[in-house]
């Protein structure tokens, strides 16, 4: 059943797990008034409709995880207003439109996973516009064009995974570095060399997987 409305007069709630259990209905209002809500755990129910944009009002939400459900439309924008939001976890759902480019100028967001959804268009180059991301998880979506050299400014990412979309053009030149550990780019239609700088300026790489791409050139 739904998560019931009196929940909302729950001021002090800090924490609220409710995984993997078998609630429905749509993402309930009544969370809107628990302004001190921190952590949030709807993930794997079977929670449906548009996410609103009142999610905003949620100020103090350092950990959102709504995967594993059937959440559709776009991600609100207003999520990248929630000032000390560290984890964003969407993956699994039925969301749709682009990644919110407005995330990129979060100053405390390390882990964003939209992964398995319906998203188009192309990776804003702003996404990681303040380098603050250690995780970007979009893969298998519907995400086009070419990988922003942006993402490259992410100086603190550990791992990237953007396999299984509509990526084109080439892996951008700078893309790699000092504390990336996992890069997933299979499943696209990239072109091009493998850049010199995953080879050599990545010390720390473990897995770099670029299968079932249009890739030329040797291998370093």
């Not at 909302?8 to 809500?37: E, K, M, W």
């Not at 990644?99 to 398995?116: F, N, Q, T």
Request: net charge negative; with cysteine; aromatic share 6%.
């Amino acid at each position: 059943g739904p998560i019931p409305d009196a929940i909302g007069g729950l001021s002090s709630l800090a924490q609220l797990d409710l995984y993997d259990n078998s609630i429905t209905g749509v993402f309930p209002t009544a969370l809107y008034r628990c302004r001190s809500l921190s952590y949030l755990n709807l993930a794997w129910n079977h929670l449906g409709g548009e996410l609103s944009d009142d999610i905003g009002h949620l100020e103090n939400l350092t950990h959102l995880d709504l995967s594993g459900n059937n959440f559709s439309g776009e991600i609100p924008t207003s999520i990248s207003r929630l000032p000390s939001l560290q984890d964003l976890i969407l993956s699994g759902n039925r969301l749709t439109g682009m990644l919110p480019p407005e995330l990129g100028k979060h100053s405390s967001l390390i882990y964003v996973d939209a992964g398995d959804n319906n998203l188009t268009d192309a990776i804003p180059e702003g996404l990681c516009a303040r380098g603050y991301i250690w995780r970007l998880n979009a893969s298998n979506n519907h995400l086009n064009g070419p990988i922003p050299r942006g993402v490259a400014h992410c100086h603190n990412l550990e791992s990237l995974d953007l396999h299984s979309n509509q990526l084109s053009g080439e892996i951008p030149a700078n893309l790699g570095g000092d504390t990336l550990e996992y890069l997933y780019l299979q499943d696209n239609q990239l072109l091009g060399k493998i850049p010199a700088n995953l080879v050599y300026g990545s010390p720390l790489l473990k897995t770099l997987n670029l299968a079932n791409n249009k890739l030329t050139g040797r291998i370093y």
